[in-house]
């Protein structure tokens, strides 16, 4: 026997879906039905289910597991409750723009038996809500509700059309429980139902005259610059970045990232930045043509550095915005890019990189030789910062700085798995963001990401996903996942992500990976952020304790709480000042690379 919920299992299978986080409720018998029908009758089901105790979790592992494989993952959740558990995840993946198929049940609509799966629970009443698709609706680029069994296949096709093409983010399927039990004729259970005839959306390109005016500009510039957050979501465009940037020798920085834009070695990479006043790139004030290329907030008017000059392009400054999918930034109230900027062009990264490149103008930079040698030395001075503030030793008894840890962390690393196509960070690190980005900074595209958003819990899912996306998508130097896996989060970030859910997973699905908690004894951010708009007020006398955004006196236990999720399973130490740094990191990494057990280290920084 077939039912809707069958079919909706079989159309995953067909359109490329291969793993489905789940967490179940009373909305679902039809579904955990099928599965047991799948694996008696195949010894198996046609899609790995992940069973997730927190729908956060569930989400962010599958915002991983997209990024990683560039495939879209589906994720199942309970009626309007298990909607809003989705909680900060849907911000994420929305922002982010990663495509993921979120499926919800929704309670009965009938009352007296008329039906399979008529109401028979209290909860259904409860749970019966005006608008349930509201709940996300802001933050997916499609919802839709499934009324029959035969448009199932459309339905899933056209949100997956629309979640993988660009501007790319999730999607929202609903269904009543009578119509997921429906029994269905298994000619309509085995009708192909692939995507072909369902094409993404064919990248653009620049128009001709945008070539020509950016081409012209970028070679007739004396002070070009390149802003990018997240061009290294698209990985054909990477090596186009850095071509264009070697042969006009143009600077390229990095705002806000989300993913590894550039190589670390790049000689013409001169930093990166979250954007706090005083942390910009004193080349963008100096820049006559600035190319915003897939960049979220490239710099933020009112700043000013420790001189008290804005950080942002001269008023004469030629400002070109060129982005995959919403260079408008349309879904966001208030952007200011677009409205000093000479052209905004919607067009793929490396479409119109590649255009730019074969435009005939890259040979002829004015100023090439002059600013290639400035900005290198820019460059090597960027790097040469990090190496002396990772050699630093800390004063007896106070506690490592960022600085020393990454640089420990690092090391470790590369010493165990020196193949860096086989490492993979996971950086949730909020405070400490601009240094983990700068001192992890992987020499390889594709090495470190973020959640692409602000809704803090993402790394500890994320691990899971990444994890189970590397071994599906052949990631690794031997192409059979990565060797490594690194989340590198904050005290409070560890607590958003429901370590007790996410270690669970872990261990229940062998996905190994190594958690750094920096704790700061609590919400480090919170506390800069009130010191920025009240730098001598009566908040920036006292302890973050006292502000209420500290944790202490009585800390968590951070590795106690990882061991006990796992049962035993993962290992874990806390460092605090004077402790072995590098050789914790080392037995770290070795526990999960050789013994493939997740590891947890708290490093303890100077109290907020």
């Not at 993988?164 to 929202?172: D, F, I, L, T």
């Not at 100023?367 to 290639?372: C, Q, V």
């Not at 700068?438 to 996903?465: F, I, Y």
Request: glycine content about 8%; aromatic content about 8%.
């Amino acid at each position: 026997m077939y039912t809707t919920s069958s079919l909706f299992f079989h159309t995953l299978a067909q359109v490329g879906i291969t793993h489905a986080f789940v967490n179940w409720g009373s909305d679902h018998p039809a579904f955990l039905e099928d599965l047991e029908r799948q694996r008696v009758e195949q010894g198996d089901t046609i899609i790995e289910i992940i069973t997730c105790p927190n729908e956060m979790a569930a989400m962010s592992a599958a915002q991983a597991f997209a990024q990683v494989t560039n495939r879209p993952a589906a994720v199942i959740v309970h009626v309007d409750v298990g909607t809003q558990a989705l909680a900060g995840a849907v911000h994420n993946a929305s922002r982010g723009k990663v495509p993921i198929l979120v499926f919800a049940g929704a309670s009965p609509s009938t009352v007296e038996g008329e039906l399979k799966g008529s109401r028979n629970e209290w909860i259904h009443w409860m749970q019966d809500v005006p608008d349930q698709p509201a709940i996300v609706r802001q933050y997916m680029r499609f919802t839709a509700q499934i009324n029959a069994p035969e448009n199932v296949p459309h339905l899933v096709r056209r949100a997956l059309q629309i979640a993988s093409s660009e501007p790319k983010g999730p999607v929202y399927l609903w269904a009543r429980r009578e119509v997921m039990e429906k029994e269905i004729d298994e000619s309509l259970f085995n009708a192909p139902a692939s995507l072909y005839r369902w094409p993404l959306i064919e990248p653009s390109a620049l128009s001709p005259s945008a070539v020509n005016v950016i081409g012209d500009a970028l070679a007739h510039a004396n002070n070009p610059l390149i802003i990018t957050s997240y061009v290294g979501r698209n990985p054909a465009a990477v090596p186009a970045l850095e071509m264009l940037s070697r042969l006009m020798a143009i600077p390229i920085f990095v705002t806000c990232p989300s993913a590894t834009n550039i190589s670390l070695s790049h000689p013409f990479f001169v930093g990166v930045s979250f954007l706090a006043p005083g942390t910009h790139t004193p080349l963008l004030s100096a820049a006559d043509v600035v190319l915003v290329i897939d960049a979220e907030v490239p710099w933020i008017p009112m700043n000013k550095d420790k001189q008290g000059d804005f950080e942002r392009p001269s008023d004469d400054a030629r400002i070109f915005v060129i982005d995959s999918g919403d260079p408008l930034k349309e879904n966001i109230g208030m952007d200011h890019v677009a409205s000093v900027a000479e052209l905004v062009c919607r067009a793929s990264a490396d479409v119109a990189l590649y255009q730019l490149l074969n435009s005939g103008r890259t040979g002829a930079a004015t100023g090439f030789y002059t600013r290639s040698k400035s900005v290198q030395v820019v460059h090597d001075a960027f790097i040469a910062d990090m190496r002396i503030a990772e050699a630093l030793t800390s004063e007896p008894n106070v506690p490592y700085a960022p600085s020393r840890i990454f640089g420990a962390l690092r090391t470790a690393v590369e010493n165990k798995v020196p193949h860096p196509a086989s490492t993979l960070y996971l950086n949730e690190t909020i405070s400490n963001y601009p240094l983990a980005w700068s001192h992890l900074h992987p020499d390889t595209p594709a090495g470190m990401l973020s959640s692409g958003g602000s809704s803090l819990g993402w790394a500890l899912g994320a691990g899971v996903g990444a994890v189970l996306g590397g071994a599906s998508a052949g990631k690794g130097a031997g192409k059979v996942g990565y060797e490594l896996v690194v989340s590198v989060v904050g005290d409070g970030t560890f607590l958003f992500g429901v370590p007790g859910s996410a270690f669970w997973m872990a261990r229940r699905y062998e996905t190994p990976f190594l958690t750094i908690v920096l704790n700061n004894g609590g919400w480090k951010s919170p506390k800069l952020s009130m010191l920025d708009v009240h730098p001598e007020g009566h908040g920036s006398k006292v302890s973050g304790n006292q502000l209420t955004v500290g944790f202490g006196p009585a800390m968590p236990d951070y590795v106690g709480i990882a061991v006990a999720a796992t049962g035993g399973w993962a290992w874990g130490k806390r460092i605090a000042a004077g402790d072995p740094l590098g050789e914790t990191m080392a037995e770290a990494v070795r526990i999960v690379v050789e013994e493939q057990r997740c590891a947890i280290v708290e490093c303890v920084l100077e109290s907020i």
